[in-house]
């Protein structure tokens, strides 16, 4: 199959096994005009019962939802060291109420984030905090809901890859990251802002 993942200009195989989290029952009720999620345990999501239910593989390389990661830690101590586990969470989760937990972010060769729908600008925010605030180092990959038009952006939050859903054109999501070619802001990507850098 295909790849569909870009880093740089590139597309290039997943060394990655994404883990998913576990199927759990749950009551969907509309409210307000849009779908409302209750879990029957009335935990917030990911519920404990999903987190401990969660499979993943015992050996490779494996991108594992961060409270999985938090559950198993102590067993995967050695995988990590060995630069076998990585860590996903979605953009309703709050990376600074877990960092106490995890430790080091630069511990992680890969973090990324999903999106399941893009419907606001939080990925955007999650990515320079990452970077500016955590100051992590490593590969910082954007998947789910990944639209060609927000590439160059995410690039300029600090992310460096990007998992293209199966339905869209990795190639076409490509040329995004050329939508504009001298950004006037410093960012995560280029830190100075354009008056900086050209000395007129």
Known sequence: ??????KGKNIVKDDWVTS???KVEEIVKMQAGKVVAFKLSGED????????ESIFPDTGKVLLPLKVFIHHQEKLKERLANGEIGIW????EEIHKFIEAIGDLNNFPLIAIHVEKFADGRIFSIGSQLRNK????NELRA???????QIFFLKRSGFNSYLIRKDRDATDAIKGLDDFSDPYQGA?????????????
């Not at 199959?1 to 870009?6: A, D, G, W, Y």
């Not at 969470?89 to 309703?92: A, C, D, L, R, V």
């Open 1 to 6: 199959m295909k790849s569909q993942l870009i």
């Open 20 to 22: 998913e989290l576990a």
């Open 45 to 52: 999501y990911p519920a404990n019962e999903q987190v401990k």
């Open 89 to 92: 969470f979605s953009t309703h």
């Open 134 to 137: 955590y100051n992590f180092k």
């Open 143 to 149: 998947f789910g809901d990944v639209l060609r038009d």
């Open 188 to 200: 995560s990507d280029i830190l100075e802002p354009v008056w900086k850098r050209n000395k007129r």
